[in-house]
């Protein structure tokens, strides 16, 4: 069974920066590509950032310039660094994994104070 393993959210300071990581486990194979979507209290659940298996990467326009997204194919993991954060980057912040199917994780509180 599929395992998506989220670390490193929390609370920061505006202007602050944080670094999530996402291990996958349980014999996924033939990844197609691994991202990060957030969900912000009263909002729809929005792509942050994806990263596909040919290294292509695709940003919203909220985080471009601020967020990075990387992966260790060895590992299955998929990082996330977040610099200058904002109030408004505030949401549970999601593992997303393609590998024939979509695979979640159980998601990251992240808060920005102001």
């Known amino acids: 069974q599929v395992q998506l393993v989220e670390s490193g959210g929390g609370l920061v300071q505006s202007g602050g920066s944080l670094r999530l990581s996402c291990a996958a486990s349980?014999?996924?194979?033939?990844?197609?590509?691994m991202g990060w979507y957030r969900q912000a209290p009263g909002k729809q659940r929005e792509l942050v950032a994806i990263?596909?298996?040919?290294?292509?990467?695709n940003y919203a326009d909220s985080v471009k310039g601020r967020f990075t997204i990387s992966r260790d194919n060895a590992k299955n993991t998929v990082y996330l660094q977040m610099n200058s954060l904002k109030p408004e980057d505030t949401a549970v912040y999601y593992c997303?994994?393609?590998?024939?199917?979509?695979?979640w994780g159980k998601g990251t509180p992240v808060t920005v104070s102001s």
């Open positions: 997303m994994v393609a590998a024939g199917e979509t695979n």
């Open positions: 349980g014999g996924i194979l033939n990844i197609v590509a």
């Open positions: 990263i596909r298996s040919v290294g292509s990467t």
